[in-house]
């Protein structure tokens, strides 16, 4: 296995741009990943890559090899699908990806059951609230809170997903209770914002009686965590826009409060994301099916008036 498993690093690295990136998503050191490049630049009497303290660039024969490599992989994880597809025993791993909120409440806490269900399947789950690449980040499914336009994708919808916005007692209690988006417009109220890299200036569309419209908002506070924000907002620093699901015990209890009721935030898609190939791996399929069965019922029970 260890020219596959060179062959395996090679493509990742590729993929990735980096060394250490791609020793990380396959679970080894730095110096094992760099270790088995040495081996197939030794077998294959070329150099892959092209290496500076700062770069790492393939080379031409890199890049001719690395389409005849990736094509070795595909028809091997085909053939692995296939061979799982017969037994009704599927194997192989499986990397998956979803958002924060998501991952931590819909997801992770069905995992034992799955991985009980399907022992020889090892899954390596990915959360982050940024926006994702299936193919260029090695992801076989991605969980997805919005609304998807990638149209070279395949998506599967769970749900609509009601949002509203949302603040703590002592916030109002300082700060006033705003029912309609334009008391939080222009700097009135202090908004709590989800950022990540590449994301564009604060917006937050609402119902009106006019129909959706975006309102330029702002605040003090910026977090590419979406947990971050709901901390935040219970500790009475502004006013959150959340999924009811993240929130719905802290609604119960009370320790936040729906605000901006007369102008709620439009709700968002919970859909499954996948590439076309992995349509036919039978483990994709199981993990999507298992999931989205535990999901809508978990999302039945958060449901708040």
């Not at 992770?108 to 390596?124: E, G, I, K, S, T």
């Amino acid at each position: 296995m260890s020219y596959f498993n060179n062959i395996r690093t090679f493509v990742r690295i590729y993929e990735l741009g980096s060394m250490s990136a791609a020793a990380r998503d396959q679970r080894i050191s730095p110096a094992v990943a760099s270790a088995r490049i040495a081996q197939l630049e030794t077998y294959l009497d070329v150099r892959l890559f092209q290496r500076t303290t700062r770069s790492l660039t393939p080379t031409e024969q890199g890049r001719i090899f690395y389409d005849g490599a990736a094509r070795v992989l595909e028809a091997v994880a085909e053939a692995e699908a296939r061979v799982g597809e017969v037994t009704e025993n599927p194997r192989g791993t499986l990397h998956i990806a979803a958002p924060l909120g998501v991952g931590r409440r819909l997801i992770a806490p069905h995992m034992p059951d799955f991985a009980q269900a399907y022992p020889l399947v090892d899954v390596r789950l990915r959360l982050s609230d940024r926006k994702l690449d299936l193919t260029a980040e090695g992801l076989d499914i991605a969980f997805f809170l919005g609304r998807p336009t990638d149209s070279n994708l395949r998506i599967r919808k769970i749900s609509e997903c009601r949002r509203i916005l949302c603040a703590s007692p002592a916030y109002i209690a300082a700060h006033g209770h705003p029912r309609r988006a334009s008391e939080i417009e222009r700097g009135q109220h202090n908004c709590l914002n989800l950022r990540f890299p590449g994301a564009s200036e604060f917006q937050w569309e609402l119902e009106t009686e006019d129909g959706p419209r975006k309102f330029d908002v702002r605040g003090r506070l910026e977090s590419d965590d979406g947990d971050v924000l709901t901390d935040w907002a219970l500790n009475g620093v502004g006013i959150a826009m959340k999924p009811v699901f993240e929130i719905a015990d802290h609604l119960r209890s009370g320790a936040l409060v729906h605000v901006v009721e007369e102008t709620p935030p439009l709700p968002v898609q919970m859909a499954v994301l996948y590439t076309h190939r992995r349509f036919q791996d039978p483990k994709a399929r199981l993990f999507m099916e298992f999931m989205i069965n535990r999901m809508a019922d978990a999302l039945a029970d958060t449901q708040i008036g």
